[in-house]
């Protein structure tokens, strides 16, 4: 039998004890979480039960299940879950994308930086809730007024998030490049870019909640299917366990979105940490 030329190095007692607190931790933590969660919807449906609260006015579990069955059962839970996602994605890749861009030419261009600036903070601080009448008039009542909607909530924070992370990069770095010759294009792939990964990664997470949010917006004031329609639809018709059941079904959507997030920002710093050993 032969021997491997490179043996793995054995851990010292100190790096395994160190590496047994490290999954006790993040064992501990998911155990806490899931806890809590079981524990909020048990004191939710008991209360309920026990005419403590109102479940007609705050829903109970039981009864979110079997709105989730009926909605199953007509052939529509899936498609106003489709519906909502899509716009959701469209409109977070879209802003994320275009935002980022926009980003890239403000940081290159500081005479348009300067020319845009008050702009970008008038626009920043304009409800764009407001301007979903105007969409709607303008494109016209359909799933790009919602998705134009969402981008207009997430366009500019983009924008400023990025831009102030490109901005933030240390001058010290880019002088020292600047002495070996390197140009703008040159300065922005390597020194610029790389050192933002953390910003434009803190962008998508902000994104997410935001393009949630314009697209729910852009449901309450028109759509014909969707999270949002069955929000509104239950509220007016007074089938709160419907809204409850469509905000749950938002809180998880949400949140696995959120999750895809986090697990690029992993591969991202891996990566980098990988490129930066070679």
């Known amino acids: 039998m032969f021997m491997s030329d490179k043996q793995t190095p054995a851990l010292s007692k100190e790096r395994a004890e160190y590496l047994r607190k490290v999954r006790f931790r993040k064992y501990a933590t998911l155990a806490v979480r899931v806890l809590i969660l079981v524990v909020f919807f048990a004191a939710w449906e008991i209360l309920a039960n026990l005419k403590l609260i109102d479940p007609f006015i705050t829903s109970q579990p039981s009864r979110i299940i079997r709105t989730l069955g009926n909605l199953y059962r007509e052939g529509s839970l899936f498609r106003h879950i489709g519906v909502t996602c899509l716009e959701t994605v469209a409109g977070f890749l879209i802003g994320t994308i275009l935002g980022t861009g926009i980003a890239v030419l403000l940081w290159w261009s500081d005479f348009i930086a300067r020319v845009l600036e008050p702009y970008l903070v008038v626009l920043n601080s304009l409800p764009k809730i407001a301007l979903g009448p105007i969409f709607i008039i303008w494109i016209g009542p359909g799933p790009m007024a919602i998705i134009v909607m969402a981008l207009a909530i997430s366009l500019i924070v983009t924008i400023l998030e990025v831009l102030n992370g490109f901005l933030s990069v240390d001058p010290e770095k880019i002088k020292l490049v600047q002495t070996f010759g390197a140009n703008h294009m040159q300065i922005f792939t390597k020194v610029v870019l790389p050192a933002n990964v953390s910003s434009i990664i803190n962008a998508l997470k902000i994104n997410v909640g935001l393009s949630w949010v314009g697209v729910i917006v852009g449901e309450f004031l028109v759509s014909r299917a ?15 366990d419907l809204v409850m059941t469509s905000v749950l079904i938002l809180a998880v959507a949400a949140a696995l979105m959120y999750q895809g997030v986090v697990w690029l920002e992993k591969k991202l710093v891996k990566n980098q940490q990988m490129y930066g050993q070679l």
């Open 226 to 240: 969707g999270l949002g329609y069955l929000i509104v639809y239950g509220g007016q018709v007074f089938q709160l």
